[in-house]
């Protein structure tokens, strides 16, 4: 596997490229260490709304010419936020890289927010937001993370909501792109077929000059205060999620942290999936993941069941989980390393994995970390380095968020 090569332009953008032989093809993205955790409460749905406007006209280009543009030479464009970072990324065939290049760089550099595109875009999202509501198994994760995180920007949803987007005006996207989309804040990544002295020569070309030093926004330090929230609307399933705290992406136990919930509910084969749904019945679907975070991290498990079988599933997740820090065995943590070491190996295999991967490695560890570092620290997990990790997170009581007409957490029996 040939090795990135990264580099920081005069104008302190960071320029990354993973060539990778035998293919026709790229994957480029622009990628901001921003996210809705660093937004003010009363403007809450900011960096996705930005994300959003972008795409409505830039000072070069109308919504329908961004589109066309990039369709016309069979590429893809799509952005995405999160809560600590925002995503554009396209793909299109190596020799039109340079206009994809300096479309994304268009946007997130030159956009015109204008007042007209702003109210209609406002109504998208109040509709994106009423279809997360209208899916219960979708809403459930905000109404969790809120519970993990209250009054934080990692407690508040991506969306935003109806008072909070009212309240959004042009000057606030327009001071949210000055002190988040300096290009010194930026990384552009490509991977595929792709030359990095061609790339940052097409790079310097489209984006602008650095416009002195912007300090770094700070988002709220993340604080699991776990609390219950409890949504009583009748459903035909009731949805149930518990998270824990968790090891962040720089804490040494997130790789055991990480096997250790694989091994309690990633898969079919997983403690939970085999107990709670092939053996009792008790629920549909039912899993585990694990969220990181510079400053911390979420063990979440989430389970779709009947609503009069709500109690029993919850109670037989926590006995598993319980059973799973004090008794993994061998085969499991082997099992679920090669669930892990799989996912990761196999997306490198493709330009859009690779593209993702090298993005995530420059946001979070501000280096390009080898793959093989990441597989020599998963390997080294133990049977008692996992058992531990399981047993730290389950210490503690958990947040927990659940929709439908059920007895909440904590009841008593009648």
Request: aromatic share 4%; hydrophobic share 45%; charged share 20%.
């Amino acid at each position: 596997m040939i090795a990135p090569v990264v580099s920081t332009l005069p104008n302190g953008l960071t320029v990354a490229s993973w060539a990778m032989p035998g293919v026709e093809t790229v994957a480029l993205s622009i990628s901001a260490d921003t996210g809705s955790r660093f937004e003010a409460a009363p403007v809450n749905g900011l960096a996705h709304l930005f994300e959003h406007m972008v795409f409505k006209g830039t000072h070069r280009r109308s919504a329908r010419e961004i589109a066309e543009q990039m369709e016309d030479v069979g590429g893809q464009l799509n952005a995405w936020t999160s809560r600590d970072a925002t995503m554009f990324h396209a793909r299109l065939l190596a020799k039109d890289l340079p206009l994809g290049v300096d479309l994304v760089a268009d946007l997130v550099s030159n956009p015109r927010f204008d007042e007209g595109d702003l109210a209609r875009e406002k109504e998208v999202v109040l509709q994106e937001l009423g279809e997360a509501r209208d899916t219960p198994d979708d809403i459930v994760f905000d109404h969790l993370q809120e519970a993990a995180y209250p009054d934080q920007g990692l407690g508040r949803s991506i969306l935003g909501d109806e008072a909070t987007l009212a309240r959004i005006s042009r000057d606030d996207l327009v001071q949210w792109q000055a002190a988040h989309y300096a290009p010194q804040r930026l990384a552009l990544v490509v991977a595929g077929k792709v030359d990095h002295a061609a790339l940052c020569r097409i790079a310097e070309a489209a984006f602008p000059a650095a416009a002195g030093d912007v300090a770094a926004p700070a988002g709220d330090a993340a604080r699991f205060a776990p609390t219950t929230r409890h949504d009583k609307r009748r459903i035909e399933q009731a949805q149930l999620t518990a998270g824990w705290a968790a090891p962040g992406h720089h804490d040494a136990a997130q790789d055991a942290a990480l096997l250790f919930t694989l091994a309690a509910g990633g898969g079919m084969s997983s403690r939970l999936f085999q107990q709670v749904r092939e053996e009792r019945g008790l629920a549909y679907a039912v899993s585990a993941a694990l969220q990181p975070y510079v400053d911390g991290g979420l063990m979440s498990v989430h389970a779709a069941t009947d609503p009069a079988n709500a109690a029993a599933a919850r109670d037989l997740i926590d006995t598993v989980l319980a059973q799973t820090a004090s008794g993994l065995e061998q085969a499991e943590l082997d099992r679920a390393r090669a669930q892990a070491l799989a996912g990761l190996l196999m997306a490198l295999e493709a330009p859009q994995g690779a593209a993702d991967y090298l993005a995530r490695s420059l946001l979070v560890h501000r280096r390009f970390v080898p793959p093989a570092e990441i597989v020599a620290r998963i390997e080294a997990v133990t049977v008692a380095d996992a058992r531990a990790a399981g047993a730290a997170m389950l210490a503690h009581t958990p947040a927990r968020a659940e929709i439908g007409k059920h007895k909440p957490a904590g009841s008593r029996p009648a």
